[in-house]
């Protein structure tokens, strides 16, 4: 299993560059090793740009195709931090506050992928909570193994 950073020090130490946040994106996708999507064929290389290549059909496939990071310009080591800034921020996080928090020279960028992160947490179907909601966090698992998980309930 990949392990989660404790903070941000760690975060940092371990995703120090977009190669190994790409290779970090490349593990959660394809776990078992990359096959072509057209072919199923596991011989491929990876190009200059960071995408694979079949050997057999020639298609090519990025890592971030079909996630939030798709078409984005922003780096991947940003959109880490961020992820890592969203996730533990008890209170919620502000576009200007992750903007001031990461250095970044425009509103928008930070906007934009607080807007990425929040629509993709939104589960389609859902039944809405109403009324009086209580919202709280918990540690769950044994010891040296814990995961923080978020909890929303009607009173």
């Given at each position: 299993m990949l392990?989660?950073?404790?903070?941000?020090?760690?975060l940092m130490a371990k995703f120090f560059s977009?190669?190994?946040?790409?290779?970090?994106?490349?593990?959660?996708r394809w776990p078992d090793g990359y096959a072509c999507l057209k072919c199923d064929n596991k011989k491929t290389w990876e190009t200059k740009r960071g995408t694979k290549y079949c050997s057999q059909c020639q298609h090519q496939q990025s890592v971030t195709a079909g996630t939030i990071f798709q078409d984005s310009r922003i780096p991947l080591r940003i959109w880490f931090q961020t992820i890592w800034w969203f996730t533990c921020q008890k209170n919620g996080v502000s576009a200007q506050g992750l903007q001031r928090v990461l250095g970044l020279k425009g509103?928008?960028?930070?906007?934009l992928m607080l807007h990425k992160l929040r629509t993709a947490m939104i589960r389609p179907g859902r039944d809405r909570l109403c009324g009086e909601?209580?919202?709280?966090?918990a540690y769950l698992?044994?010891?040296?193994?814990?995961?923080?998980?978020?909890?929303?309930?009607?009173i």
């Open positions: 392990s989660y950073p404790k903070d941000m020090s760690e977009e190669e190994t946040c790409r290779d970090y994106v490349e593990k959660l509103h928008e960028p930070a906007w909601v209580e919202v709280d966090e698992g044994g010891e040296g193994n814990k995961e923080l998980v978020g909890v929303a309930a009607e």
